[in-house]
């Protein structure tokens, strides 16, 4: 398992630092957003953010050790779940921002938390396009063989 | 296929239709969850009325006059223009310097030509693009071309206010510019005009630093506004130019003090606010003499804005803001701001003209204790100011007193060269005694109570005016010792005034007392005799003589509340003006009783003696059959109300009270249609003609009831004709200080002329079938930090200034306004609308009120302080957010709640029955049925559509690779 590892990551290193830079920010996502989602416009933290963060960060950890590529497409479906799930939890406080009604401004805490959630779902479906097909050369070698 | 590109193909699909799927499923989430906003915005139908067989019933209960786009159009530009026409003060006007003689050839100065205010942000935000500029209005004049393209594309297009980083900045073009044009200034030198613009907006007051204007304060003269008028007058002084006019297009009072600067001679200065669809035409009647002004300052104007308590607090205060933190906001770090933030009301009932002309009538008693106060040092233009191109005289003063009123009769007669109305004032001082020196009554030395206005009066034309004061009016409130309404023995000066100034000046002179006004006139005073102190007639409710009216605010009186801890203000008192004019900020800290008070969520009690209420029964009733009429007349109490009200499911009444957003939902259990409400202080939102009005300062400067009456209509008229049947105004929160943010939504520093003005417009809008929401219930006076800020006040000036424009335009006998809207801002440490003392106790049950609240936009703050729980749980009925049927299932089993949402629901039900136009077209055999709307329709065929293809795919997807392994294998 582990030679299948290094070998899996010797060949798709482009696409497996991609997605370790994607689980790392789904788990800062998951972080930030415990503890600085309560807010003004949001008393209570919605867990489904917290949830889907987390799964694509084990779902792209889960890459790892098969190396499909659609398992990592599926880390960026569930980052960007999350990621719209933020975005559908804060819109009350963004709307009002874009309305310009009560001078209200982007904190730091929401601007790192929306762009780490936006770069980790983006980071996985880089992560999962460069990644070479690993069915079509296995075919290959059978052939082959 | 090849398996491998078969793989490829099913994954791209399978990624592709999911990624759609998530955004299907959550966006159309939150557009389900906005779902009144986009009915709104797209004018979507969210119902339909399948007939029953009630043919040939007349059903149009309401009816619109105005029926054609073109009738229309021609109506609101018309009302709009007559509003600036009669509105528009003219402050000043040396030598007869206006008006203009037509075809004069004038030069405009300022941004402001260019760039006019015609309305503001936020909710009075209207369409204002293809609106009339100035140089085009001006059709009676010809318009230096050089400077006006100057100021378009030239020299001085780079020069515009605006709000950068949040603060107000004039950026106003400095003389040195003007290098290239000023060769055209003696082709049109007949008159120079200076328009001089200020902005304001919702959410955020005028900035009082860090403005490019003098001091940093945006309603201070910017330098190069300095400097130009500077030039202007040298230049006048040299020939060039004839006369200086000074256009004041701003809704709220810039500082006035350079109106009388040795260096800066202006002729004569108007004030024509903000200029709505069709003000500037306005401009142009007045300027050229076709229409003589007849507008009365409903605002002081000031040289030093910063002169009043109120002002003079927010000066003080760090940032000089009208909040402040707790000064131990830091021990909370729980607290947001919108917790930990406070005002106080330092002024008393003297805002205003109140505090200016009182403390200049105890000086010219020599009252102990005034102080050092020089009036004319401080006023620029008294309240109730403003010049005419001709001049009246008044004659015959009379007072008949009535068993519950006063009648006054003046002749007015026009006896100078031009046509003209004259708007009368009738004012009065109460005697300030030494009981109120004991307990803290405050009394200002005049008040307005009553106006009216002439009809045009052509030279050498009289006219016996009539006005009318209620008994009830020579109340005031003491909040110490009675705790109720009193009316003290001694004498009730009534007193004509071309202003609040001259009238107080004429009490004085019928008293003895020598000014230097030389308008004075002592036979404009008449004198009522008060017999003995009064402590009962005004102790009870007008409404409901079971009411006892006494103390409930004292829970925002910090000097009473029972929490305050070590925390204590002072309040302006006329006994002491020294001793308590404000010298610094007040500074409160929060106590552990207003620690808890100021949390949300308070606990219900679970059940007030009432039963649980019956849901979903079929009693065959429909909201249309109980609507009042003459012959089957249907009270509020009517005991089928609450056979309709079990009719209802939970989940109706939850979405009912929670989805507000612009609408009231529709209930088909009782046949409800929705109905549709939107903005519209001075304009309705989304008109089709784009009509949209002057600042309400200026509707308020025309003291003329049938022309408010007549906007009132026309609003309807306006709002009707889009199928909106509830507006969001009047406002009538008070002009405090001259920086609030939102005054040009509001009507006055004057309690009285605001509740007049509100009770008129109220009366014209709902006689057309359009709820007035008037707003905000209470004390929203100021922007920044609006959010939570508790306002703390005495209960004298809630009463006296604060509410009564409210009590007016709820009260069945005077306004009868059937909704509101509540405030941002607490009152005390409770937010306004978690008040059952303001909410039920008084607005209910004092002032009678049958109609229903909503909130300001909930959505923002309806999970932080604007909670459903406590809203509701104390007589909020309406929450102007996003809603949902689930939205109150936390509470489903606790009847206390349940009880009150069935009664916030009855309100909503009997105000759409009675007195809104969505019940137009509905009879009693018809049935309202919701319909799954255009884009409601397409959001389920999306989710339908990818989540198919997501799952379809994804087994192709399996399927794929099964085969190739197996092919491997």
Redesign the interface.
């Known amino acids: 398992m582990f030679a299948f590892i290094l070998k899996n990551l010797k060949e798709n290193l482009l696409s497996y630092i991609f997605v370790g830079i994607g689980i790392v920010l789904a788990l800062v996502v998951c972080f930030l957003y415990q503890a600085t989602g309560v807010t003004a416009f949001n008393p209570k933290i919605n867990p489904i953010i917290i949830v889907f963060s987390a799964i694509s960060a084990g779902i792209g950890a889960i890459s790892f050790l098969c190396g499909f590529k659609t398992v990592k497409y599926l880390a960026f479906v569930l980052g960007l779940f999350a990621f719209l799930s933020y975005v559908r939890e804060e819109i009350t406080y963004i709307a009002n921002i874009f309305t310009g009604i009560d001078g209200t401004t982007f904190t730091p805490e929401f601007i790192a938390t929306f762009a780490c959630s936006l770069l980790a779902m983006v980071f996985f479906l880089v992560g999962a396009i460069v990644q070479k097909e690993i069915l079509g050369k296995k075919k290959e070698i059978a052939k082959e063989n | 296929m090849n398996?491998?590109k078969s793989?490829?193909l099913w994954?791209s699909l399978?990624?592709v239709s999911?990624?759609f799927l998530?955004?299907a499923l959550?966006?159309g989430?939150?557009a389900y969850?906005?779902s009144a906003a986009i009915n709104s915005a797209f004018k979507v139908k969210t119902y339909e009325v399948i007939k029953g067989d009630d043919e040939g019933e007349d059903t149009e209960y309401f009816k619109r006059q105005y029926t054609t786009p073109e009738a229309l159009k021609e109506y609101t530009d018309s009302i709009c223009r007559s509003l600036e026409q009669e509105g528009m003060v003219l402050l000043k006007n040396d030598n007869g310097a206006l008006p203009l003689a037509e075809g004069n050839k004038i030069s405009l100065f300022g941004q402001g030509s260019v760039s006019l205010n015609y309305g503001a942000?936020?909710s009075s935000s209207t369409d204002t693009s293809g609106i009339i500029d100035l140089k085009t209005a001006l059709s009676s004049f010809e318009v230096n071309p050089t400077l006006w393209d100057f100021y378009q594309t030239g020299a001085g297009s780079g020069y515009r206010r605006g709000k950068p980083g949040?603060i107000y900045k004039m950026n106003e073009a400095p003389w040195s510019a003007y290098s290239g044009v000023m060769s055209s200034f003696s082709q049109y030198n007949d008159a120079a005009v200076f328009v001089l613009s200020r902005d304001s907006g919702?959410?955020?007051d005028i900035s009082t630093i860090g403005s490019d204007c003098e001091g940093g304060n945006y309603l201070n003269l910017h330098p190069n506004e300095r400097e130009v008028l500077k030039q202007l007058t040298a230049l006048k002084a040299s020939g060039t130019f004839g006369k200086i006019v000074l256009l004041l297009n701003t809704p709220v009072p810039v500082q006035l003090d350079f109106l009388f600067d040795a260096d800066i001679n202006i002729d004569s200065a108007l004030w024509i606010g903000n200029l709505g669809s069709t003000g500037a035409y306005a401009i142009d009647d007045v300027l050229s003499g076709k229409v003589s002004p007849s507008g009365k300052l409903s605002d002081t104007f000031l040289k030093d804005n910063f002169a009043s308590p109120a002002a003079a607090t927010w000066s003080l205060n760090k940032d000089k803001s009208f909040s402040l933190p707790y000064a131990n906001a830091a021990d909370y770090p729980g607290f947001?701001?919108?917790q930990n933030t406070y005002a106080v009301y330092t002024e008393g009932i003297y805002v205003g003209y109140r505090y200016f002309e009182t403390r200049y009538a105890d000086k010219m008693m020599d009252s102990p204790r005034v102080g050092d106060f020089d009036y004319d040092a401080k006023v620029a233009y008294p309240f109730g100011h403003g010049l005419s191109y001709t001049d009246f005289f008044y004659s015959g003063f009379e007072m008949e007193e009535h068993e519950d009123h006063f009648l006054f009769h003046v002749d007015v007669m026009n006896i100078g060269g031009y046509k003209s109305k004259e708007a009368v004032q009738l004012y009065l001082q109460k005697p300030y005694t030494d009981y109120d020196r004991e307990h803290g009554v405050e009394k200002a030395a005049v008040e307005l109570v009553a106006f009216e206005k002439t009809g045009l009066l052509d030279t050498g034309d009289m006219e016996t005016v009539t006005l009318r004061v209620e008994k009830e009016q020579l109340r005031s409130y003491d909040a110490n010792f009675a705790k109720t309404y009193i009316v003290e023995e001694g004498d009730y000066h009534f007193a004509i005034g071309t202003n609040a100034h001259n009238a107080l000046n004429n009490i004085l002179d019928a008293n003895g007392i020598v000014t230097d006004d030389y308008l004075v006139d002592p036979f404009l005073v008449a004198t009522y005799h008060q017999d003995a102190m009064d402590k009962t007639t005004y102790s009870h409710s007008p409404i409901n003589e079971d009411v006892e009216i006494t103390n409930q605010f004292d829970f925002a009186d910090i000097n009473k509340y029972e929490g305050r801890g070590e925390n204590h203000v002072t309040y302006a008192s006329r006994n002491d003006w020294e001793g308590t004019f404000p010298k610094t900020s007040e500074i409160l800290s929060i106590t552990p009783t207003m620690e808890k008070d100021i949390l949300s969520y308070k606990a219900l009690p679970e059940n007030d003696g009432k039963a649980m209420p019956a849901y979903g029964q079929d009693h065959g009733l429909s909201l249309i059959t109980l609507r009042s009429t003459a012959e089957k007349p249907v009270s509020y109490d009517d005991p089928r109300w609450q056979d309709l009200l079990d009719q209802m499911s939970f989940a109706e009444q939850a979405l009912l009270i929670t989805d507000g957003q612009h609408n009231t939902s529709l209930v088909n259990s009782v046949n409800k249609p929705a109905t549709k409400d939107e903005n519209g202080p001075n304009g309705v939102s989304g008109s089709s003609t784009k009509a949209s009005f002057p600042s309400e300062g200026i509707w308020a400067s025309t003291f003329n009831k049938e022309l408010l009456e007549e906007v009132g209509k026309c609003l309807a008229e306006d709002a009707l004709a889009v199928g909106i049947t509830g507006i969001y105004g009047p406002g009538v929160n008070l002009h405090r200080a001259p920086f609030g943010g939102r005054a040009h939504e509001y009507f006055s520093e004057d309690p009285y002329l605001m509740a007049i003005c509100s009770v008129k417009e109220t009366i014209g809008m709902q006689s057309k079938g359009v709820v007035t929401y008037v707003k905000h219930f209470v004390a929203n006076d100021e922007e920044?930090n609006?959010?939570g800020v508790s306002i703390w006040l005495n209960e004298q000036e809630m009463r006296e200034i604060v509410l009564l424009p409210f009590e007016y335009s709820f009260r069945p006998d005077m306004g009868n306004a059937h909704a509101t809207m509540t405030s941002f801002n607490r009152i005390g440490c409770l937010w306004t609308s978690a008040s059952s003392a303001l909410m039920e106790n008084v607005l209910r049950d004092e002032w009678g009120f049958d109609g229903f609240a909503i909130t300001d936009?909930a959505?923002?703050?309806a999970?932080?302080f604007m909670t459903y729980v406590d809203g509701i749980a104390n007589g909020t009925s309406l929450y102007d957010g996003a809603g949902s049927e689930k939205a109150l299932d936390d509470y489903r089993g606790n009847v206390f709640f349940a009880n009150k949402m069935r009664e916030a629901c009855h309100r909503i039900l009997y105000v759409t029955a009675n007195f809104s136009a969505a019940m137009n077209g509905i009879s009693a055999s018809d049935e309202i049925v919701p319909i799954v709307t255009w884009w409601q329709a397409t959001i389920i065929g999306l989710r339908v559509g990818f989540g198919v293809l997501a799952g379809g795919t994804l087994v192709m997807?399996g399927v794929a690779?099964f085969l190739?392994?197996k092919?491997?294998a």
């Open positions: 398996p491998v793989v490829k994954r399978f990624v999911a990624s998530a955004v959550i966006g989430g939150i969850d906005q942000t936020g949040l919702e959410g955020m947001n701001n919108t920044t609006r959010n936009m959505s923002s703050n999970k932080t997807l690779v190739i392994r092919e491997i």
